[in-house]
């Protein structure tokens, strides 16, 4: 059966930054601006050691999923549905980031780096549309590992608060928990 190209493209989802609260301005440096497409941003450690990571690095790669547009941090980012054209201008502007920022040999390169990483994001979609995703990052025998977790509302119940309504789903919560208020004293 061939399926009309709308409604493949209406299946298609990719992930987006998003902000349920201010906490991210605290954690990292920068922060991702809400609305921006999304990539795992593992590649951003890969050559880094985890001693060598602190303050807001460290919240980065513990949590963080990077921003194409701003290189910034998100903690949170939401699966939505996405275009051909979509995917398209991720995977330029990710590429030329890739360029850019990253030290990608060529345009090639980057491009398939990039394919890499959008088909990684699509991987990780598979849940409804509006479910929200996060990340924890560890190092492990000298390879980045990733624990995904997914948040979604709970059937039947109507949406009041973005703490209220979601659910986790996938491997249990990282033990350790970040000090947001403690954070914010400091700074102030």
Known sequence: MVRPADESAARMKLLRTIMLDPSDTFVFDPPAEPGEWAVSGAFCFWHRESASLHGKARSAFRSGFLGVNSLGWSTL??????SEDDCTALRDLLAKQLLTHFGAPDEAAARAAADDEIAFVQSLCSEPQDSLVAVHRTFENGEVREQFRTLRPRAGTKPAR????????????????????????RKG
Do not use: C, H
């Open 162 to 185: 973005a703490f209220s309504f979601f659910e986790v789903e996938g491997e249990e919560e990282p033990g350790e928990a970040v000090d947001l208020i403690g954070m914010a004293e």
């Open 77 to 82: 980012v939401q699966i939505v549905a996405a």
